[in-house]
């Protein structure tokens, strides 16, 4: 079965940074999309950055400038520079096998809604 676990979450302090590790395991897929969501609690979950299969990206623009989505071999990274305390949240890894190419970002948890999950790792920013 297909299996994320996200590590390398913490605390830290504005300006600071930190890449966040996704894990796959048991996937086979050759096309897909993965992506980075993130989430506080009595909020939605929200889409952070999307990576398809062919190397396109997506960035929330909350995030531009800031966050790297990029993956090797079977590990999905998100490179978190310039920390803002309002990137505190839970950060969740998620694949699926199909394309985000030209997906709104918006629409990022629909896409992934049928895919697999990671049970996220927290994210801590202060000032």
């Known amino acids: 079965q297909v299996r994320l676990v996200e590590s390398g979450g913490g605390s830290v302090q504005a300006g600071g940074s930190l890449r966040l590790s996704c894990t796959i395991s048991g996937y086979s897929f050759s096309s897909y999309c993965m992506a980075w969501f993130r989430q506080t609690p009595g909020a939605e979950r929200e889409g952070v950055a999307t990576?398809?299969?062919?190397?396109t990206t997506n960035y929330a623009d909350s995030v531009k400038g800031r966050f790297t989505i990029s993956k090797d071999k079977n590990i999905l990274y998100l490179q978190m520079n310039s920390l803002k305390p309002g990137d505190t949240a839970m950060y969740s890894c998620a694949a699926n096998a199909v394309t985000c190419r030209g997906v709104p970002i918006g629409q990022a948890k629909t896409l992934l809604a049928y895919g697999h999950w990671g049970r996220g790792t927290q994210v801590t920013v202060s000032s």
């Open positions: 990576l398809d299969s062919d190397g």
